[in-house]
């Protein structure tokens, strides 16, 4: 069985499905590339995403036509060692990662120390140029022979094999690059050594400091890309492990009758006993007990929150307090802690649009700088040191171990080894995943996910964000603002006798606010209800109405409006007895505490804000009003099916928008959006719509959702733009463009340092993100 990202979609008639694959062996975007044709060549595969950084490839085919096993026996062959993402639980699938990232370490750690060894033991054989202090041993050219020999044959033996395999292959990687530029320093050297006669320089040191300098950084680019990727891993292990399964409550948490299972075998259903200090094993209802819970892995606030029986709770948060009965109600997959870690996994494997030119350049980057390296050799044995034939007289420590002056032959041959070594497509392959790696995993600790780097690039587009009004700026919930009458409680209690005959939400409000003032409610019958107008009963044995000014209108109730405020923005519910009007209630969907400060700051951003409602004309232009909208940004008594429609009507003149909305009525618009943006505490409609899900139910969140996808896209251009400029500016040099006029001769030991530290700044930059957001 595979996992799907999505359950099933359909495109040309065909059902869908999305298989996930761990990918290892990849060394560059060469790699990615490779892969990503690999996968696309099979029949029934639709597209095919993979990502470097966390070394996970999704793949959409049609459904019950791929098999997952034959896709990884493939990569497999290839050179890349895959496995199928099991459905097995997320936990097992993080310790089995983990693990094999413990034992990559381990090896490159022991292949590093190998390499830094033979480094030393290299560098201190030449001293004797610096200190004049000879060591005979050390200094021996036999000696760095054999510190050359021994560097390729372990450090760097896996490189040059998967160079080699790879060249063959027809994908040459960053390793076919490396491989090439050590053997070749290395052959030259083993001619000059066996045949002296020729007159040529040995430069045994060369190989040796290009696989030392390129272990160490690939050693450090690992440990960021995992440091990266160990947010995610930390949430995935935040569901524990085992449960305690315990009978039906019955008012006493005895934890001698529980039973301790594994999570996964929890069900629906079921009751489950959660000691304080313990996580919630799955979501549920708690049924018997009142604790505090710790939300912070889902919400980011630090304070517990009291849960008591009804209330819900997620799997992964702590229960802080006392012992608790729960029931199951989500269990395995369909936790919201498993949606959020699948949610945040597929959103890594998205690539923003921006990537698109890297991606192209990835596919013929190797055999670009193959042909580079070669055209260098030539140009320089046939031109170049006849033009400036003065470049033969530089030296080095190591031109001085043979000879002060330097043949054609091994000037050009060390400046192709330098390009061939400086080049850099790692960088390339990093540049946007690490990014999105980072960013989206800080988003997931703090209720932020935002799914893929296609909707970064969006986000950072926008010029507008449109937002519904009820249940998205308001509260959603209804409250009784206004009581006006020559008697407000006689008022309250008549309108919530006859409202408790009805299930409205002005019915709640008004019945909530005569439980707030402890108002007992009347004896009442023969309730009537006028949908759209109002309610009738005989309360205390008199005939009482509660509705609008139209329903006390038809039964011929005289309403003095001279002697009511005007309830601007408001509903109006009239009262009336026995054909005497009693007064008015003022009923209003409050704006939440932070819409006036989140409207302000995404207008500080340089962002238009426009209110989207269906409600009256009067009442969106009083929130208007209090948000600080001018008129021309309120569109009012929109339609559930217009919204979608009013989106367009920006979108046509241009203006990039974002929806921000909660509601089954909001999804088309959400889905119509440039950028859909669903609060978590909305129906799941609307948050499968959204592109970015605010998990807490703040307003505030919006502004940090723009400000954590607009930084990460910038981070995203920065490190694009440094792998390019490496590449374009690191290659030439180390062609000897700068050796004529300047004298300047990248040897290919720092060129090799110089491509190792260009991978590490990448995934370093990206790892800025962390100190911009703590």
């Known amino acids: 069985m595979q996992t799907a990202s999505k359950p099933e979609t359909t495109i040309n008639h065909f059902p869908l499905e999305t298989i996930t694959l761990d990918v290892s062996g990849m060394k560059c975007a060469g790699c990615v590339k490779a892969v990503e044709r690999q996968l696309t060549q099979q029949t029934g595969v639709v597209s095919a995403r993979v990502n470097l950084a966390t070394e996970v490839a999704t793949v959409e085919c049609e459904k019950n036509l791929i098999d997952p096993n034959t896709l990884a026996q493939k990569l497999t062959n290839n050179g890349f060692p895959t496995q199928p993402r099991l459905d097995t639980s997320e936990i097992d699938a993080a310790q089995k990662q983990s693990e094999r990232h413990r034992q990559e370490m ?16 290299s560098v201190i054989g030449h001293l004797d140029h610096f200190i004049g202090v000879k060591i005979s041993i050390l200094g021996n050219i036999w000696f760095h022979a054999a510190l050359a020999t021994t560097a390729l044959l372990l450090p760097g033996r896996e490189i040059i094999i998967d160079g080699v395999r790879s060249l063959l292959r027809n994908s040459p990687n ?19 050594l066996l045949f002296p006669g020729l007159g040529w320089e040995c430069f045994f040191d060369e190989p040796v400091m290009i696989l030392g300098c390129i272990l160490l950084g690939k050693t450090l680019e690992q440990q960021a890309r995992y440091r990266a990727a160990s ?18 409550p019955d008012g006493n948490n005895n934890s001698s009758e529980s039973l301790e299972i594994p999570a996964s075998q929890v069900k629906v259903g079921e009751y489950l006993q959660v000691l304080p200090g313990e996580k919630f094993p799955v979501d549920g209802k708690i049924s018997d007990g009142k604790t505090t819970v710790d939300e912070s892995m889902l919400t980011g606030e630090a304070i517990p929150v009291v849960r008591e029986v009804g209330a819900n709770v997620v799997a992964g948060t702590i229960n802080k307090s006392s012992a608790i009965v729960m029931q199951a109600t989500r269990t395995g997959s369909e936790t919201t802690l498993a949606q959020i870690v699948k949610l945040v996994e597929t959103a890594q494997t998205r690539k923003a649009p ?31 040191t006849n033009i400036w034939s003065q470049v033969l007289q530089t030296s080095s420590h190591t031109e001085m171990m043979m000879s002060h002056f330097t043949s054609p032959l091994l000037l050009s041959l060390k400046l192709a080894i330098a390009v061939l070594v400086i080049a850099c497509p790692c960088a390339l392959g990093l540049a946007t995943p690490t990014a999105i790696l980072v960013g989206s995993s800080i988003g997931a600790q703090r209720g932020l996910l935002i799914k893929g780097g296609d909707i970064l690039e969006k986000v950072h587009q926008l010029d507008t964000i449109v937002f519904d009004k009820t249940g998205t700026l308001t509260t959603g919930h209804p409250t009784v603002t206004d009581i006006i009458g020559d008697n407000p409680k006689w008022l309250l209690e008549v309108a919530a006798t006859v409202e408790s005959g009805a299930s409205h939400p002005l019915a709640e409000a008004i019945l909530q606010k005569a439980e707030q003032e402890n108002v007992t409610l009347l004896p009442a019958t023969d309730f009537y209800t006028e949908p759209g107008l109002g309610i009738s009963a005989v309360v205390d044995g008199k005939t009482a109405l509660v509705g609008n000014w139209e329903w006390l209108h038809q039964h011929q109730i005289i309403v003095q409006h001279e002697n009511i405020p005007t309830l601007v923005g408001k509903t109006a519910v009239y009262v009336a007895v026995n054909g005497m009007f009693l007064g008015v209630i003022g009923v209003s969907d409050v704006l939440r505490n932070d819409a006036q400060t989140t409207v302000k700051l995404l207008q500080n951003m340089g962002l238009k804000v426009i209110l989207l409602t269906g409600d009256r004309s009067s009442v969106a232009i009083a929130i208007g009003k209090q948000l600080g909208l001018a008129a021309d940004n309120i569109l009012a008594e929109v339609p559930p099916e217009g919204k979608a429609e009013a989106i367009a009507t920006l979108q046509a003149k241009g203006e990039k928008v974002g929806m921000v909305g909660d509601g089954i009525n909001d999804a088309p618009a959400l889905a119509q959006g440039n950028v859909g ?7 799941d409609v609307a948050v499968e719509t959204a592109d970015i899900v ?14 954590l996808s607009r930084t990460t896209f910038n981070k995203i251009r920065q490190n694009l733009f440094w792998a390019f400029a490496y590449n374009i500016v690191g290659i030439p040099v180390a062609a000897g463009v700068l050796l004529p006029s300047l004298g300047i001769m990248l040897s290919p030991g720092a060129a090799g340092a110089l491509m190792a530290f260009s991978s590490v700044s990448v995934v370093m930059n990206s790892l800025l993100l962390r100190s911009t957001f703590r």
Do not use: C
């Open 677 to 683: 943006i669903g609060m978590q505490a909305g129906t």
């Open 231 to 248: 947010t995610l891993h930390s949430l995935i292990s935040l569901q524990p492990a085992t449960a305690h399964l315990v009978p039906p």
């Open 106 to 121: 381990k090896q490159q750690i022991w292949r590093i120390a190998i390499a830094s060894l033979l480094l030393l033991f």
């Open 694 to 707: 605010l998990m807490q139910d703040k307003l505030m969140d919006v502004v940090e959702s723009i400000k």
């Open 174 to 192: 960053m390793n076919t690059l490396i491989g090439l530029g050590a053997v070749t320093a290395y052959t030259a050297s083993i001619v000059a």
């Open 354 to 384: 921006i990537q698109n030119l890297a991606d192209t350049v990835a596919g013929y980057f190797t055999y670009g700088v193959m042909t580079i390296a070669t055209l260098t050799f030539l140009f320089w044995y046939f031109v170049g």
